[in-house]
């Protein structure tokens, strides 16, 4: 039976942390953005970008206590966009 | 434990909570694909008109995009403590939490309203005279302005209708601190817009 759903509850304050974290890394990019890096000004707010949906997914979504398929569909998935990204550019940049 | 643990419900009924789940993430994995090819377009546009991209960028308002980025991270906070509340039992809280997300969303779309009525105003939108004059590059930068935010702004939407129909039946007693899975299939949907707006706002509105 697939009755019972899975225990963990995540409390309050465990999520008014993660939601403070993302608010710093919000503020984080928005400082950081003021600088020019070059073309690494794109991939530092990416970074960022993905540390926070990071966040979002393990604990607000609940992958941490989700089981090892579904982590691994979603790792999948992400592996997927990034080798089409990467292909994308590969004919982009030597074009 | 409240009275929805002493339920007469005795018949039993097979609750699929784990299946139910990954429908979800799938239909979630097609909702990436989709921004995901978006945001494929996005990198190739951008590498082709760099210098374009960058002064559209700077004609957004980098802080009406900061505050609907804190509406939106506040609004996935109440989503995951509605359930929190739900899975201890406490459905009138979990209705609140759900209302305060209603706010945040309904925050969120007038913000929307305010930016693009400005672009408006300054005929800055698809199909108006000026949009129409603009340089390729910029004009490129615009539509996929107008498309992902619009198609993001078209997720909020649903989202909002799906947690009012959640909520609703929260009050009945149909979704409850036994079988909450709609409401975390609801929220799954609710964080997935807010991961989508984690990439856009800094790609559209910070790119320096």
Redesign the interface.
Known sequence: ?????NTH????RF??L??VD??IL?LL??EV??F?FQSL??IV??V??TI??YL??T????LKF?NKF?KA??IG?GVL?LA??IV??SD?LFY | MTSTTLSHDVHPV??????K??GM?IFL?TE??LF?GLF?VY??YR??NHDAFHEGSAELN?VVG?IN??VL??S??T???S??AL??GDSKRAINLIMWTLILAGTFMFNKYYEWYTKWEHGLFPGMDHYKELPAGKAQFFNLYFFMTGLHAIHIIIGSILLMVIAFYIKKGTINQ????YL?NG??YW??V??IW??L???FY???
């Open positions: 039976m697939s009755d019972t759903q509850v995540t409390g309050y999520s008014i993660i939601w993302l608010l919000t990019t928005i953005a003021q020019d000004t794109v707010a990416l960022i970008a926070k949906s979002v997914g604990h607000f979504m609940h989700e579904l569909v979603v998935v966009f089409v990204l994308l550019f982009y | 097979h609750f699929d909570a784990y299946g789940k990954l993430w994995f990436v694909l995901g494929l990198a190739a590498f082709l980098v900061a980025t804190v991270l506040t996935s906070l989503v995951a403590m359930i929190t899975q201890r036994q079988r909450y899975t975390e929220g799954l964080h997935l807010d991961v984690i990439y706002f800094p790609l910070l790119i320096i």
